[in-house]
């Protein structure tokens, strides 16, 4: 059994040796292939950074046009509320001319009625259609004041929308800032940094020990082969 004892060490060693080679190999191989990984992962990331940015160029522009747009609308919102402002003043004061005019034609009509010669009244049929014409004026001002008001509270609701869409408008134009500033590609750029760095140590992690394996592998089978067993020394054993 004594001389059997350095074979079998030789034996384990050589088989040690071999292991040793076939696992560098192995890590290597998967080295080779986390780098191959990394190059395709990187290709990949770059090709959907050049598309993400470009749709990103193209969505801040649409951004852009939309706030253009609300400004222009909150601008002519703005304007027309003036406009509401001139109209409301304008039939307040028709109403109060109508109730003005309504009541000097009903002073005329009733000194027209007032004309008496000898029993007659000349101006009756005149006093009759000054009268009429104050009768048709009759309500008109109230529905003008009533209209005056309804453009009051048109104005104000305008005014409100004009500064919404301002505000909504600015804020569009915010959003399509910060599309344009470059954050969307400093992140890609962050998770590629990321996945590269990752992939770098898995590729490192089996590669190095892998290479210290395959090199202690190939040096102890050289060794081996260099100071084969001779009889002498298992004789001796």
């Excluded at 990984?37 to 470009?54: H, K, P, Q």
């Amino acid at each position: 059994m004594a001389e059997q004892r350095p074979v079998g060490l030789r034996v384990g060693l050589r088989r040690l040796s071999t292991g040793l080679i076939v696992y560098g190999l192995i890590g290597i191989l998967v080295a080779i292939i986390g780098l191959g990984a990394l190059v395709w992962t990187n290709g990949r990331i770059a090709s959907l950074t050049d598309r993400v940015n470009t749709s990103v160029q193209q969505l801040a522009q649409t951004i852009d046009d939309t706030a253009t747009v609300l400004h222009n609308a909150s601008d002519t919102a703005s304007g027309f509320t003036g406009t509401l402002d001139r109209t409301t003043a304008a039939i307040s004061s028709t109403a109060q001319t109508i109730v003005t005019v309504r009541t000097n034609l009903q002073t005329l009509e009733s000194a027209m009625r007032a004309v008496d010669i000898l029993g007659v009244s000349p101006l009756g049929p005149a006093a009759n259609a000054v009268g009429g014409i104050a009768t048709a004026l009759e309500g008109l001002d109230t529905r003008l004041s009533a209209i005056a008001d309804s453009l009051g509270t048109n104005r104000e609701n305008l005014a409100e929308n004009a500064t919404s869409l301002a505000a909504l408008g600015n804020s569009a134009a915010d959003l399509a800032d910060r599309l344009r500033s470059g954050t969307v590609e400093d992140s890609l750029g962050d998770v590629q940094a990321i996945i590269t760095v990752v992939l770098l140590l898995f590729a490192a992690w089996a590669a190095v020990p892998a290479i210290g394996a395959l090199v202690f592998g190939v040096w102890l089978r050289r060794e081996m082969d260099r100071t084969p067993m001779s009889s002498g020394v298992v004789g001796a054993a």
